[in-house]
């Protein structure tokens, strides 16, 4: 995970609007940064503070924006692995780990620089504590540290608590005891408890999700054949869920199950089949099928009410995917006359089905914008003196990112800088003011999306000040954003 990570991380010097808010955000001071929580962003606080502190240490660089995220994804691998080790063999946390580390998807948020593989990373820690947990449930400080570690991924973002109805489910088929169920509640509610603050506050800045979309029935595909699959691997799976359980067992004299040749316990029954026989501990389906479904399962019930769906809010699902993934090959790999041929085929097979989806996602085109191309070609293009306008004024990022390629144009609708007005995009003046201080400009250069439409009144009078006054020169596309020069039509500045 650690290579493939570290694999093209500056995807050819290109950024894209959410990594852009990264940047710009954790560059400015506390005092600055704090007053952005204040107005936008707060669910990215902590992770903000944390880069703030990675561009101090190690300066701003596009490798130190996503080496804590490639650290992160590589961390999570690890705890795949040592899930799969623990509740299944060693084959399963080898088939888990490496599954995990070659998903298109984690590869793509393994290089990106936002808290999404942080947030991954704390749910995959929260739930090697747990399967612990659940072998040796009387464990007090065992289970402060699992409450504290699902407290920080929850301040990271706190999406991450959908994961608490999945380690619910997993509790459950574990039968642990009274004690053992009261201490993960108690557990549980801290974390929750504990993120609440963040929760609420957030909720006064809910307007900065209102781009998300109503769900459709594409948007459900998706999970559907992830669940569908998990569970076909957690079928194929099953006589390979419980190899520390057995163990155990057969070193008892007792155990619901047989040892195969191969050392693993073999589930028998219904019971066995769903991680509540007499053994202690968990089925490792018991661990993967509930991580993979729920998270996804409750957004997606919330998303009926108030759109909130997007898949990267519950990435860490993929843990869950692995784990059963790794399962059903581990078995595979056992029935296998020559596992450690079949083992490196199986790897180098996939690698390769899946080199154009991890070749992609390290090029200019693998997001849908880009913040610094847009930033060369105003370089190029623009004169000292020159005005600019970004529609709309999220567009800006691109000015922020790299001001040098910005000096000396005049920002012709600012009215507030974001810095002073604790947002990422500053504040413009009214729509009268733009429109006059538009048509006041000898030249002026457009920054705005390919596909970019005019959403608010400020937006409309830049549109129509440009379309009354102006000639457009120059129209260059660029990954996902345009950038276009307008000459105002009497040649001359006007008064």
Aim: include cysteine; charged fraction near 15%; proline fraction near 5%.
């Amino acid at each position: 995970m650690l290579v493939v990570g570290l694999w093209g991380i500056t995807r050819q010097d290109t950024m894209w609007r959410d990594e852009a808010a990264t940047w710009q955000a954790s560059r400015r001071s506390l005092p600055d940064l704090w007053h952005l929580l204040h107005h936008a962003d707060v669910v990215h606080g902590l992770y903000y503070f944390l880069m703030h502190g990675v561009f101090a240490l190690f300066g701003d660089s596009l490798l130190a924006l996503r080496l804590p995220s490639v650290l992160a994804m590589a961390g999570a691998a690890a705890f795949v692995a040592r899930i799969g080790a623990q509740r299944g063999c060693p084959a399963t946390g080898l088939c888990a780990g490496i599954t995990f580390a070659l998903l298109p998807a984690v590869q793509n948020y393994a290089q990106e620089g936002r808290s999404y593989a942080l947030v991954t990373l704390g749910i995959a820690c929260g739930t090697w504590l747990l399967v612990g947990l659940l072998d040796r449930p009387g464990r007090s400080l065992r289970w402060g540290t699992y409450a504290g570690v699902v407290l920080v991924t929850g301040w990271l973002n706190w999406f991450a608590l959908l994961v608490l109805p999945a380690h619910a489910v997993a509790v459950l088929c574990a039968r642990p005891g009274r004690a053992a169920v009261a201490r993960w509640a108690l557990s549980s509610a801290v974390a929750v408890a504990g993120t609440l603050p963040l929760i609420l506050r957030s909720q006064d800045q809910s307007g900065q999700v209102s781009w998300i979309k109503p769900l459709t029935p594409g948007s459900l595909t998706v999970p559907a054949l992830m669940v569908v699959g998990g569970v076909v691997c957690a079928v194929c799976g099953a006589s390979g869920g419980r190899g520390r359980s057995a163990r155990e067992g057969r070193a008892g004299g007792g155990g619901s199950g047989a040892l195969g040749q191969s050392g693993v316990f073999r589930v028998s029954g219904a019971s066995g089949m769903f991680g509540v026989s007499g053994a202690r501990g968990v089925a490792l389906w018991g661990v993967g099928l509930p991580l993979l479904a729920f998270p996804q399962a409750a957004l997606l019930a919330v998303s009926l009410v108030k759109p909130l769906y997007v898949d990267r809010y519950v990435l860490f699902s993929y843990l869950g995917l692995a784990l059963l993934i790794g399962a059903a090959a581990a078995r595979a790999y056992r029935a296998l006359v020559r596992p450690g041929v079949a083992a490196a085929v199986v790897v180098v097979a996939l690698g390769c089905v899946l080199l154009p989806a991890e070749l992609g996602h390290r090029g200019p085109h693998s997001r849908i914008d880009d913040v610094i191309a847009p930033a060369n070609v105003v370089a190029a293009t623009a004169r000292p003196g020159d005005g600019v306008l970004y529609i709309p004024a999220a567009r800006r990022d691109t000015a922020l990112v790299a001001p040098a390629k910005f000096a000396g144009l005049d920002d012709v609708a600012l009215l507030q800088s974001p810095a002073d007005s604790g947002t990422l995009k500053g504040v413009e003046k009214e729509p009268a003011r733009i429109a006059r201080a538009v048509a006041a400009q000898r030249r002026v250069i457009l920054v705005t999306d390919a596909t970019g439409v005019s959403t608010n009144e400020g937006d409309r009078a830049k549109r129509r000040a440009l379309d009354t006054h102006f000639v457009c020169v120059s129209d260059t596309r660029v990954h996902g954003r345009r950038v276009a020069v307008y000459e105002h039509r009497r040649g001359q500045h006007a008064h």
